[in-house]
Antibody, heavy 120, light 106 residues
Framework: EVQLVESGGGLVQPGGSLRLSCAAS????????MSWVRQAPGKGLEWVAN????????YYVDSVKGRFTISRDNAKNSLYLQMNSLRAEDTAVYYC?????????????WGQGTLVTVSS | IQLTQSPSSLSASVGDRVTITCRAS??????LAWYQQKPGKAPKLLIY???TLQSGVPSRFSGSGSGTDFTLTISSLQPEDFATYYC?????????FGPGTKVDIK
């Protein structure tokens, strides 16, 4: 059974940093693209970033470029999102998502999400 | 690529046929997916490639369309279908989602 478990969320002040983690199990992690998708409270879904199987390609939404870094450790079956220079508008539930093997950017499985709150 | 959905919300009864529309700001071929989200839960993939049903999803869900206009149809609404539905384009980076359509009980 595919499982994605996010952690690392919490309350942080504007300008601060946070590192999210996603522990994956139940599939061959190193064979799949992985994404982060976020959802501000009461709002819709926004894709944040994704990373290729070997980490050689990474893509970001414009609003986080230069501030967020996606990475992965295939030996630990883990996905990460380093978030720096956080802003109030980054407040959201952050989901780790597994992309389909045959169709990039289709999110097959999702974690339960971790809440990031940026506030003073 | 911007996506719009209509309606933004609707009220329906169990057994009703429900249709949700998604329109893209430019042609995206069949690179469209649909998700269902219930309150406090992660989204769930329903349909991808505009009309391919994800494994395990009931056959009352169907998708159609290509280019710029797409529809999600629920042929006979069930109690567990009351949720918010999002379309998503995967034609080009960044993948984007529609604003959602909330389906609630009439």
């Amino acid at each position: 059974e595919v499982q994605l478990v996010e952690s690392g969320g919490g309350l942080v002040q504007p300008g601060g940093s946070l590192r999210l983690s996603c522990a994956a199990s139940g599939f061959t992690f190193s064979s799949y693209w992985m994404s982060w998708v976020r959802q501000a409270p009461g709002k819709g879904l926004e894709w944040v970033a994704n990373i290729k199987q070997d980490g050689s390609e990474k893509y970001y939404v414009d609003s986080v470029k230069g501030r967020f870094t996606i990475s992965r450790d295939n030996a630990k079956n883990s996905l990460y999102l380093q978030m720096n220079s956080l802003r109030a508008e980054d407040t959201a539930v952050y989901y780790c998502a597994l992309e389909r093997w045959d169709t990039a950017m289709v999110f097959d499985y999702w974690g339960q999400g971790t809440l990031v709150t940026v506030s003073s | 690529i911007q996506l719009t959905q209509s309606p933004s919300s609707l009220s329906a009864s169990v057994g009703d046929r429900v249709t949700i529309t998604c329109r893209a700001s430019q042609g995206i071929s069949s690179y469209l997916a649909w998700y269902q989200q219930k309150p406090g839960k992660a989204p769930k993939l329903l349909i991808y490639a505009a009309s391919t049903l994800q494994s395990g999803v009931p056959s009352r869900f169907s998708g159609s369309g290509s280019g710029t206009d797409f529809t999600l149809t629920i042929s006979s609404l069930q109690p567990e279908d009351f949720a918010t539905y999002y379309c998503q384009q995967l034609n080009s980076y960044p993948p984007t989602f529609g604003p959602g359509t909330k389906v609630d009980i009439k």
